[in-house]
């Protein structure tokens, strides 16, 4: 089965400070990784993913994550916060089937400070 | 622009009542999901259909059915609220296994529905 973990269900940085929101999954199989954005009342969009190839995977709005399969990892970074990337972060791993199913994590809130 | 659209965006339903959540999408795609949201859980799969007239059960299905008559549309019903139902239901699509290959796990959200059950 296919699981994934956020540390952190809320994450507090200053304006101008490093993004670090952290993801650790399971999968018995090669894993397809997701990181979606939830903006205030809003659904979810993509900001990057990774399925196979480079493992430094580069996004929209400046965020990048990479792939550790050692440490079963997918943590996302952004090297400067804004106060516009103030959202609910969520990490996702695919599921084993044929159907394109999704496994998310719990989320993170994140709250960017002036 | 691709788009999933949801019929509403807030919702205000009584105990017992029948609901109606529906869910559109334009990009051709054969899957479509229903979530919903709560703080602490996540995104939580209730029903997903992979082609019309098909559907298969998620996580959390109890209290809830679907509809897809058409391939474009998805509904998902509660057919008597309950204060517990109350949440941010989320729909999504995506392609195919045979049709999207690396990219059929990459679904696309509508904007949500919050529903409040009083």
């Known amino acids: 089965a296919q699981s994934v973990t956020q540390l952190g269900s809320h994450v507090s940085v200053s304006e101008g400070a490093l993004v670090l929101l952290r993801c650790n999954y399971s999968s018995s199989v090669p894993p397809y990784l997701f990181w979606y954005v939830q903006y205030p009342n809003q659904g979810l969009q993509l900001l990057l993913k990774?399925?196979?190839?480079?493992?430094l995977v580069k996004g929209i709005n400046g965020f990048e994550a990479e792939f550790k399969k050692s440490e079963t990892s997918f943590h996302l970074t952004k090297p400067s916060a804004h106060m516009s990337d103030a959202a609910e972060y969520f990490c996702?791993?695919?599921?084993?089937?044929?159907?394109?199913?999704?496994?998310f994590g719990a989320g993170t809130q994140v709250v960017v400070t002036p | 622009d691709v788009k999933v659209t949801q019929s509403s965006r807030y919702l205000v339903k009584r105990t017992g009542e029948k609901v109606f959540l529906e869910c559109v999408q334009d990009m051709d795609h054969e899957n479509m999901f229903w979530y919903r949201q709560d703080p602490g859980l996540g995104l939580r799969l209730i029903y997903f259909s992979y082609d019309v007239k098909m559907k298969e059960k998620g996580d959390i299905p109890e209290g809830y059915s679907v509809s897809r008559e058409k391939k474009e549309r998805f509904s998902l019903i509660l057919e008597s609220a309950s204060t517990n139902q109350t949440s941010m239901y989320l729909c999504?699509?995506?392609?195919?296994?045979?049709?999207?290959?690396?990219?059929?796990?990459?679904?696309?959200f509508g904007p949500g529905t919050r529903l409040t059950v009083l």
């Open positions: 996702a791993v695919r599921v084993n089937d044929s159907w394109g199913k999704l496994q």
């Open positions: 999504a699509s995506s392609l195919s296994f045979f049709r999207g290959r690396s990219s059929y796990n990459e679904q696309f």
């Open positions: 990774y399925t196979t190839g480079a493992t």
